[in-house]
């Protein structure tokens, strides 16, 4: 992908765009370059040669490109439970919690790329995730899934590739400039972790809203 | 009331619809927009006694609409709903008059909250 003469020595880190200074980076020697890595609930947007990486249990990643712009983003979400609507209820749910959530993880990255210039029209998707790594839990991988379909057909977005489903977890590595993607599916051995820190990301997500999501004017 | 939804997506323009109803506001008619520019004809078009705005959006951002209208003299209840919501879009909001910006992933809670004094 690279010359190995590239090291942290010789290529410097690109300052992370306003908002994303918290994004742990490194430098990653087989990418030969250096890496955001982004947790559950997180995502991630650059306009330099970077990669971006994540580990998917249940939920889901979306990268997201300009291509004519060579920038891009991934997010890293998954779908709080709701009691308030049944399965498959994703229309007349509209207004329900998981919808709610779902697309503001979407609409947050897909801004993010806009404000750099990226045009709606040109922008292409990758998704991974959705696993379905622990056979106690309800199938929230399948849910995640059948949400982002929808809305991306909703919006009018192409998936140019996707790697969903099944048993296990994922690490995964995009480097937004190309468009390529490098995914590893894991061995069942890592999944105890990956479940935790989702259930950890699924309990935040129940929390009540900060007060602070309305403001009014005098 | 004739309520005008601003958004460049159509899955926020359904949430934000489907919320207003969670939020016990029935009866009302919706006009929607996909940008800035759009929400501007419609705003002369329809003559809205709402708009509910997104701010980042294409051809014409939600802000700039609002400092549009107040440039044209065009006087309608104004307010955003937006993902983005920095100190400084606050203060620009309340400068151009916005009356409410309600955060997504806004609740049914937070709706009735921004918009109880403006919806009958």
């Not at chain 1, 939920?59 to 709080?80: E, K, Q, T, Y």
């Not at chain 1, 209820?89 to 993010?112: D, H, K, P, Q």
């Not at chain 2, 005008?4 to 969670?22: E, G, H, N």
């Amino acid at each position: 992908m690279n010359t190995a003469l590239q090291s942290s020595a010789t290529t410097p880190k690109a300052p992370a765009l306003p908002g994303f200074e918290k994004v742990r980076r490194f430098w990653s020697p087989h990418a030969a370059r250096w890496a955001a890595k982004i947790l559950p609930g997180e995502f991630f947007v650059t306009a330099h040669d970077e990669v971006i990486t994540t580990i998917l249990g249940s939920c889901i990643s979306a990268c997201i490109r300009d291509p004519a712009r060579g920038i891009g983003g991934m997010n890293h979400f998954m779908l709080p439970e709701d009691q308030t609507v049944g399965r498959n209820a994703w229309l007349e749910g509209a207004g329900s919690l998981a919808t709610r959530y779902g697309s503001f993880a979407m609409e947050s990255l897909v801004n993010e790329l806009m404000k750099l210039g990226a045009e709606r029209s040109r922008l292409e998707v990758k998704l991974f995730g959705g696993g379905r790594i622990l056979a106690t839990m309800s199938d929230v991988g399948a849910k995640n899934i059948e949400f982002v379909h929808r809305y991306l057909r909703l919006e009018g977005f192409r998936i140019a590739a996707e790697d969903l489903g099944a048993d296990c977890p994922r690490h995964v590595e995009y480097f937004p400039r190309s468009g390529v993607v490098m995914l590893k599916r894991l061995k069942a051995l890592s999944v105890r972790d990956i479940a935790d820190q989702e259930t950890r990301y699924r309990r935040r997500l129940l929390a009540p809203a900060p007060p602070e999501d309305v403001e009014l004017f005098a | 009331m004739k309520i005008l939804i601003i958004d460049d997506s159509t899955a926020m323009r359904m949430i934000v619809r489907k919320t207003l109803r969670l939020a016990g506001f029935e009866g009302h008619e919706f006009v929607e927009a996909e940008d800035g520019a759009k929400g501007l004809a419609a705003i002369t078009a329809a003559a809205p006694d709402l708009v509910l705005s997104d701010w980042n959006m294409p051809n014409m951002t939600g802000i700039e609409l609002l400092e549009k209208l107040n440039q044209t003299g065009v006087k309608v209840p104004f307010g955003f709903v937006t993902t983005e919501v920095t100190p400084d879009m606050r203060q620009r909001a309340a400068a151009a008059g916005a009356h409410f910006v309600v955060a997504k992933p806004f609740t049914p809670e937070s709706f009735r909250d921004a918009l109880g004094a403006f919806i009958r």
